[in-house]
């Protein structure tokens, strides 16, 4: 309303008002999406130029003719959908629709994306990496460091040391690696009375800062896989500029790229006789951490884990104080994994006992849970 004041105040005539508000109107918008969802929508734009142009169709004004044929050189539904919200959002942006009758919401479009869904392949589903894996890969990562340090391979040995405590820290901290762990500053992680703070300036789904504190796990799960001494032991060799653990030329904690981490960590997976290991990647720390707190021996509770996850769904938050589910039980939560764990292997040691003085082969192998 200041604004408008300010406008009207000015003098201006209407055609100038009107192109003023149009004006604001398309920059509200723009600001109002992150710019991850931005790149996104450009990229469909530039999807539906490029098909119209190979059509030797003009692309706009946008009928519901045209688009029903584009949608149909889709094959996978998510791409469909996020795609088209794009060109949908630069469509009204440029001429907004005050009517029912837009293209994008006709009976013809919502056959087609019907028929995509349908015959569009179900999603895949990367599996989880939980606790005894994470452990297996600080032992693996421990190892390669160790002897690449031993060949005076410093700068191997900092990328293989630092990936491990990538790893450690999307698990214990729930995190999207590529949107989150991957662009981690070193102002971004603080200390702070024996536990450490990932602070990220928007989530998922969340356009303000989300802070997560996780805090020294040695007692109740292991030094080997305690983000918050491995973290610090991390950023005192930054401080002193180290080779073997930081580059100078850069600030990030973990500066891979989503291509590199995967690689790095199928690779390590099949050290220590993972098979299959295309079935896991990024996301599978975010998720083996949540099954492990839920159905691994965590107990967590709903809240708990929501607040592991860094979820704020609007169906609950009416009725839950968020404030209260930030303050997730860590400590106590992954104690009760670890110790779950130590039962499994104790079980799996007796079993195993077993097999060998009936004379009978043993069943799987390193990794055969995965």
């Known amino acids: 309303m200041t604004r408008m004041r300010l406008t009207?105040?000015?003098?201006?005539?209407?055609?100038?008002?009107?192109?003023?508000?149009?004006?604001?109107?398309?920059l509200t918008s723009l600001l109002s999406i992150r710019p991850s969802t931005l790149r996104t929508y450009l990229?469909?734009?530039r999807h539906y130029v490029a098909f119209t142009k190979t059509l030797e169709l003009p692309a706009f004004p946008i009928h519901s003719d045209k688009l029903c044929l584009w949608l149909l050189s889709f094959h996978n539904k998510n791409t469909m959908k996020n795609y088209n919200t794009g060109l949908r959002f630069f469509a009204n942006l440029l001429a907004p629709?005050?009517?029912?009758?837009?293209?994008?919401?006709s009976d013809a479009i919502n056959?087609?994306?019907r028929a995509i869904k349908l015959?569009?392949?179900?999603?895949?589903?990367?599996?989880?990496?939980?606790?005894?894996?994470?452990?297996?890969i600080m032992l693996q990562t421990e190892t390669v460091v160790e002897a690449l340090r031993k060949k005076e391979r410093m700068s191997k040995a900092s990328r293989a040391y630092k990936f491990g405590v990538g790893c450690l820290v999307a698990y214990s901290c729930g995190l999207r690696v590529q949107?989150?762990?991957?662009?981690?500053?070193?102002?971004?992680?603080?200390?702070?009375?024996?536990?450490?703070?990932?602070?990220?300036?928007?989530?998922?789904?969340?356009?303000?800062r989300s802070r997560i504190t996780r805090p020294c796990v040695c007692e109740e799960a292991g030094s080997n896989v305690c983000a918050y001494h491995k973290l610090l032991e991390l950023q005192g060799n930054m401080s002193v500029g180290h080779d073997s653990c930081v580059s100078p030329k850069t600030s990030r904690w973990f500066p891979f790229s989503l291509k590199f981490?995967?690689?790095h960590l199928r690779s390590t997976l099949k050290a220590f006789g993972v098979k299959n290991t295309h079935a896991y990647g990024s996301h599978s720390f975010r998720r083996g951490s949540t099954e492990d707190f839920t159905t691994g021996g965590?107990?967590?509770?709903?809240?708990?884990?929501?607040?592991?996850?860094?979820?704020?769904?609007?169906?609950?938050?009416?009725?839950?104080?968020?404030?209260?589910?930030?303050?997730l039980e860590f400590a106590p939560i992954l104690g009760r994994v670890a110790a779950k764990n130590v039962k499994k292997k104790a079980r799996s040691s007796r079993t195993t006992g077993k097999h060998i003085s009936n004379g009978q082969p043993r069943k799987g192998g390193v990794g055969s849970r995965y």
Do not use: W
């Open 8 to 26: 009207l105040c000015s003098g201006a005539t209407g055609n100038a008002l009107l192109a003023t508000l149009e004006t604001e109107r398309m």
């Open 43 to 45: 990229q469909g734009a």
């Open 97 to 105: 629709v005050h009517s029912t009758s837009s293209p994008f919401n």
């Open 111 to 113: 056959a087609t994306k």
């Open 119 to 136: 015959r569009s392949p179900p999603t895949k589903k990367m599996k989880g990496i939980h606790f005894d894996a994470l452990k297996k």
């Open 179 to 208: 949107d989150e762990l991957l662009r981690l500053q070193r102002k971004d992680i603080s200390f702070k009375n024996k536990s450490f703070t990932v602070t990220l300036a928007t989530r998922k789904n969340k356009r303000y």
């Open 261 to 263: 981490f995967n690689k």
């Open 298 to 327: 965590g107990d967590a509770t709903l809240l708990q884990v929501l607040a592991h996850q860094g979820t704020r769904s609007t169906s609950f938050k009416e009725y839950v104080n968020c404030r209260k589910i930030e303050n």
